[in-house]
Nanobody, 117 residues
Framework: VQLQASGGGLVQPGGSLRLSCAAS????????MGWYRQAPGMQREQVAT???????NYADSLKGRFTMSRDYTKNTVYLQMNSLKPEDTAIYYC????????????WGQGTQVTVSS
């Protein structure tokens, strides 16, 4: 599976961005697609995930500002980020997992999001 993320950039505090991640290749179902982020000097953290069944989970700290959606016809997930804060600055990665225990996975290349005035 190959994942291609896009949509990052520079945005002012309070602004919005929409990230996209398209999956291609041999995509096994069911699966879970997710967004993760890694800020400089920090560990990678989960932002949100959505399963093949449409079940979405968010990091508690991001609920209400970030919305993840999935277009099953395009094998694409989106992350709508609103009311962005400087602490949201990070490289955002998309991920797909599959298998009985979701033990198989693939990462996209990441897209930089910078929130700064």
């Amino acid at each position: 599976v190959q994942l291609q993320a896009s949509g990052g950039g520079l945005v002012q505090p309070g602004g919005s961005l929409r990230l996209s991640c398209a999956a291609s290749g041999s995509i096994f179902s069911p699966n879970v697609m997710g967004w993760y982020r890694q800020a400089p000097g920090m560990q990678r953290e989960q932002v949100a995930t959505v399963s093949s069944y449409g079940i979405t989970n968010y990091a508690d700290s991001l609920k209400g500002r970030f919305t993840m959606s999935r277009d099953y016809t395009k094998n694409t997930v989106y992350l709508q980020m609103n009311s962005l804060k400087p602490e949201d600055t990070a490289i955002y990665y998309c991920n797909i997992r599959w298998g009985p225990q979701n033990q198989f996975g693939s990462w996209g290349q990441g897209t930089q999001v910078t929130v700064s005035s």
